[in-house]
């Protein structure tokens, strides 16, 4: 069964930085897209970025130009380095493997989630 676990979520105050990280187990990360989503109290989840075999990544307009979506395949870990995050990028990010593009439904596996919580 596939796993993954995802990690680097915390507090921080406006304009700062975090970086979380998504661990695969028993997935092979030569097939298919992985991304990120993310949920906040009372609203559905949201894509914020994918990346798939060839590089191929894709961005929520929301996150351009402040989040990177990278994967490293040999470590089987997929990264999402966000960059002056704002409060309403407050939510619970969850990574996402084995689909296509930002849609939710379209991904088969998925982590529990790792909270980010920006203060104003």
């Known amino acids: 069964q596939v796993q993954l676990a995802e990690s680097g979520g915390g507090s921080v105050q406006t304009g700062g930085s975090l970086r979380l990280a998504c661990a695969g187990s028993r997935y092979s990360h030569s097939s298919g897209c992985m991304a990120w989503f993310r949920q906040a109290p009372g609203k559905e989840r949201e894509g914020v970025a994918s990346?798939?075999?060839?590089?191929?990544?894709t961005y929520a307009d929301s996150v351009k130009g402040r989040f990177t979506v990278s994967r490293d395949n040999a470590k089987k870990t997929l990264y999402l380095q966000m960059n002056t995050l704002k409060p309403e990028d407050t939510a619970m990010y969850y990574c996402?493997?084995?689909?296509?593009?930002?849609?939710?439904?379209?991904?088969?596996?998925w982590g529990q989630g790792t909270q980010v919580t920006v203060s104003s």
């Open positions: 996402a493997a084995g689909g296509w593009g930002i849609l939710p439904r379209f991904y088969p596996y």
């Open positions: 990346i798939c075999n060839a590089g191929f990544t």
